[in-house]
């Protein structure tokens, strides 16, 4: 373990090395598509945090990269990587038509359930067909899990932010809001909103550091994927994870 420890971290020195370069040689910038969504990605003013970008912070850090971010909402995030606008998204679920425009390089987030929140005992959903006839609260572009997605037969209502979703809750315009565990419960803390999950909940999918494969940053996938290896033999891959998980049961 030792030595495959310091061969892994010799190639990410010359790794470095060769992007930062010398005086003729800029250090690479990258640029991350990115929607807000706390506890994820917090970027809003001057503040660039979260789970996903504090870990993928520690992977640029180790590759001497320069990272920037462009905030807006998840769909036209994905525009923005068809244009060649942004090199990285942070934590996208895998889809086929995705992965025409982007590499999954790395699943460097952990799973998360897909809940059901409601305010209404009448909302509750107890299982899958309690969703027909209800006006659920959908992330625009999000995928959630296939059954769902595909689904014509629901009645679907999209917004761009999950804050928006919990707002059109409480005013009655949708009748449940389909979201991540963490996101879910960090909004309707945030917005002080009496919300209740619903005992119907979906098992998450793994969410991945994915590059456009328009992306100069492509070709440095196997570096990310050292890097993450890096940050968790070290432990600061969990060590993130716990401090964001527990910060949701607080």
């Known amino acids: 373990m030792r030595v495959f420890i310091a061969a892994l971290l010799m190639a990410l020195a010359l790794s470095a090395a060769a992007q930062q370069g010398t005086e003729t040689v800029a250090a690479l910038t990258v640029t991350v598509g ?17 789970l996903y970008v504090e870990i993928f912070e520690e992977i ?45 390089v790395a699943p460097a987030f952990p799973p998360e359930r897909r809940l059901f929140f409601y ?4 909302h509750q ?45 409480q005013k009655g315009r949708v009748d449940v809001v389909i979201a991540p565990e963490l996101v879910g419960l960090y909004v309707i803390d945030k917005l002080g909103i009496d919300a209740k999950v619903s005992p119907f909940f979906v098992p998450g999918e793994r969410s991945y550091i994915a590059v456009a494969k328009n992306s100069p940053v492509h070709q440095y996938a196997d570096d990310i994927r050292a890097a993450l290896r890096l940050i968790e033999m070290e432990g600061i891959h969990e060590d993130l994870v716990l401090k964001y998980l527990g910060r949701a049961t607080e």
């Open 34 to 50: 990115a929607n807000h969504a706390p506890p994820y990605r917090i970027i809003e003013n001057d503040e660039r945090t979260g």
């Open 60 to 104: 640029a850090d180790r590759l001497g990269w320069k990272v920037r971010y462009r905030e807006a909402p998840f769909r036209r995030v994905l525009r923005m990587v068809q244009d060649g606008q942004v090199d990285v998204m942070l934590g996208p679920v895998e889809t086929d038509e995705r992965a025409e425009l982007m590499e999954f």
């Open 125 to 169: 959903v107890e299982r899958y067909s309690d969703l027909y006839g209800r006006a659920i609260g959908v992330l625009d572009g999000a995928s959630y899990f296939h059954r769902f997605d595909n689904d014509k037969k629901l009645l679907k209502e999209p917004a761009p932010r999950y804050e928006n979703l919990m707002l059109m809750m």
């Open 119 to 122: 305010l209404h005992n009448e």
